[in-house]
Every structure is written in structure tokens, then in C-alpha cells.
């Protein structure tokens, strides 16, 4: 495996990237890019969640039907969603229906309000960045994990988050640019 591809534009790009052109313009347009704000954040989280298990490819692709599947992650309406709203997302095959994540995403909605008196979620999300994180050069520096994404899930399921794990998180912390995850020598690497 070979940890970067050069594109028929002449640009080197993570390896990932040139397996579709949805990731090509994902991967150039949005991985890494420092994301801030509650609702992007939650957002974000969610996505991480729901992806857990299948391909980014599939929720990259129906993630414009979870926008409004779920409110435009907006976490005050999310919060308040009942028995009615798990039925209308269960039924809903524009979405992955999954009760476990469809509950996850409101009992997360509830967590990001709650966070508010307390610095909010950017705030704990971000605090978690490291301060000596190496890009990797090649496929044997990938990680799944990191000690601070150990640490964020941690805090979060303390703070009443669930399918926050570990794994999960270091996807939504190189996904926001918490880390530069970008292969060296990749046309992405250190540009925030």
C-alpha cells in the first residue's frame, strides 16, 4: 500500500483519496479542515457515530439526507426529539437506521445542550489536541487511536456522550483538523 497517489492533475493526495471522486473532493476540500462551533462539531460527531461499522462513502453520500433527517444538527431541536422522531428516522431509507446510532445522535443532542454551562463542545473537543503530533510518511505511521483520543471519548462519556469510543473519535478529530493527518508529501499536508 503506498501512502500517496498523484492525481491526473499532477497533485499528490493521500492514497485514500483516489478511490472515488466523492473522496477526492472530500478528502480536498474538507478532511483536516479545522472545524469549530457547536452545531458543525455535533454534526461532525455524528457522522463519526454513524459511520461506525460501514464505509465514510456511504454516510459521505447520504449525508445531506441526515442534514435533514436531523434538523440541520441543530442539538437544541435534535434534543428535543421524541418517540415520534425515532419512528420517522427508523422509517426514513435515506438515512442508515440504525436505533442504536438514531438514539445515540439524540441522547448526544442532549449532552452538546448540557455542555453549554460548562465551555461548550468546541471547547472540550479542541482542548483535546496534541501538542507533538507526527504527520505520517507512510502506511506503517497510520493509527486508529491516539492517547488523546482515548482521553476525549473519556471526557465525553463522562459528560453523558455515548458511541463516543476511541477509534471513533480520532476519525472526528483528523476529520476536523485536530490532527493533520495529511501523508507527507500530500498537497493537503499542513494547509489549514
Known amino acids: ?6 492525481g491526473e492533475d499532477g497533485l499528490a493526495r493521500c492514497s485514500w483519496a483516489g478511490s472515488t471522486p466523492d473522496y477526492l473532493t472530500y478528502h480536498d476540500t474538507e478532511w483536516g479542515v479545522p ?15 454513524f459511520q461506525s461499522g460501514l464505509s ?18 441543530d442539538p437544541e ?11 420517522r428516522l427508523m422509517a426514513d431509507a435515506s438515512i442508515v437506521r440504525n436505533r442504536l ?7 448526544n443532542a442532549r449532552a452538546v445542550v448540557a455542555l453549554r454551562d460548562d465551555g461548550g ?12 503530533h507526527v504527520r505520517p510518511t507512510g502506511p506503517e505511521d497510520f493509527r486508529a ?37 495529511h501523508v507527507e508529501g500530500c498537497h493537503r499536508a499542513g494547509v489549514r
Not at 472545524?35 to 457515530?49: D, K, S
Not at 431541536?77 to 419512528?87: G, H, I, M, P, Q
Request: glycine share 4%; aromatic share 12%.
Open 145 to 181: 487511536v491516539s492517547a488523546e483520543s482515548k482521553a476525549l471519548a473519556k471526557a465525553l462519556k463522562r459528560t453523558g456522550f455515548v458511541f463516543v469510543g476511541p477509534t471513533t473519535m480520532y476519525a472526528a478529530m483528523q476529520a476536523c483538523g485536530v490532527v493533520d493527518d
Open 121 to 132: 463542545l468546541d471547547e472540550l473537543f479542541w482542548s483535546f489536541a496534541p501538542t507533538d
Open 77 to 87: 431541536k435534535v434534543a428535543a426529539f421524541d418517540e415520534t422522531d425515532r419512528s
Open 35 to 49: 472545524v469549530r462551533g457547536e452545531q458543525p462539531l455535533y454534526e461532525r460527531l455524528t457522522l463519526e457515530a
Open 1 to 6: 500500500m503506498t501512502a500517496l497517489l498523484v
Open 56 to 73: 465514510w462513502l456511504t454516510i459521505l453520500r447520504k449525508r445531506e439526507a441526515f442534514r435533514n433527517a436531523f434538523a440541520r444538527f
Open 101 to 107: 446510532k438514531i438514539d445515540a445522535a439524540i441522547t
